[in-house]
């Protein structure tokens, strides 16, 4: 018994309105996939995958939408890394037979990462956000990594008004000339001596590099990088000594979200495989009811 041919509606007939298409595929495929860490030993990470080729034949009905699934599971296997999806780039285009030439692979995933407090030797575990976007053109691949970073901020501006109450504070309770140095240190200590303090938020870089075609970073060390830039990274697990050095680190790195969106350009400017980026700095007020914003890029391709 002859076994029928499936009809293939993709390849058998044309569409009824001609045009072509710059992005055509599938977002959300769940993937396994393996980034580079300066770890010894990288662990599998859960991202979803959005899978794309163009569709440059007019005439097309539609792309062959199972093949790109194909390859994309193909990762689950290797490492993710510049040669691993410049190759499923490629194969992705040809897989299409011809009707597109252009592809792109979009790959979101969390970092999860292991971070040391501040003294105490405490650890614990926090994730960042990661977008991996990577595309192929006539006129070659790019690359886009995407990241989130938290950090906490102080206001300069609350932190000298509150240096100014404490002042005010101290003639008060203090008038003469001569202040007893044991008294003033049990009056600071009090809860009368809590006079003012600044306000501080968490707050977030949001940052879309273009990679050059220099290898892939290793994504741990990308994080923490960015984090020196800035000061002051939020903490996991604490004690009470870390939380007070955190508190120190905050009054040496004041910052205004110009401050912070400055620190971070200026290290993106130094970045030799940085080609280009877009930067928003983001600081969820704890004083006012809006937030205060910077964004900034170095050219207007992104």
Not at 76 to 82: E, K, T, V, Y
Not at 139 to 157: K, M, V
Not at 167 to 188: M, N
Request: charged share 20%; proline share 5%.
């Amino acid at each position: 018994m002859l076994t029928k041919a499936l009809p293939d509606v993709t390849s058998e007939n044309s569409t009824e309105t001609p045009s072509t298409l710059q992005w055509v595929g599938m977002e959300g495929i769940a993937l396994p996939i393996k980034v580079s860490q300066s770890l010894e030993r990288s662990p599998l990470l859960t991202a979803n995958a959005d899978v794309f080729v163009s569709l440059d034949d007019h005439q097309a009905k539609g792309i062959h939408m199972s093949r790109l699934h194909l390859i994309i599971n193909q990762l689950a296997s290797l490492h993710c890394d510049q040669g691993t999806i410049k190759k499923l780039l490629d194969d992705i285009v040809t897989s299409q037979s011809g009707i597109g030439q252009a592809s792109r692979i979009r790959l979101s995933f969390d970092l999860l990462l292991n971070k040391p407090a501040l003294l105490s030797g405490e650890s614990g575990y926090q994730t960042y956000p990661i977008v991996i976007d990577a595309q192929k053109k006539p006129q070659g691949y790019q690359f886009q990594f995407e990241l989130t970073i938290p950090y906490s901020s102080t206001c300069p501006c609350s932190a000298s008004l509150s240096q100014q109450a404490m002042a005010e504070a101290i003639q008060r309770t203090f008038p003469e000339s001569h202040v007893d140095k044991g008294e003033l240190l049990e009056w600071v200590q009090s809860q009368a001596g809590v006079v003012a303090t600044p306000h501080s938020q968490r707050s977030f870089a949001q940052i879309r590099l273009t990679w050059t075609d220099d290898p892939w970073p290793e994504f741990d060390s990308l994080v923490f990088q960015i984090e020196e830039m800035i000061g002051t990274p939020v903490q996991t697990a604490v004690k009470r000594a870390d939380e007070q050095e955190f508190a120190k680190l905050n009054a040496q790195n004041l910052m205004f979200c110009e401050d912070a969106a400055r620190r971070i350009k200026l290290g993106l400017e130094a970045m030799p495989s940085v080609s280009d980026y877009w930067l928003k700095v983001e600081h969820q007020e704890s004083f006012y009811a809006h937030n205060a914003v910077v964004i900034d890029q170095k050219s207007t391709a992104l």
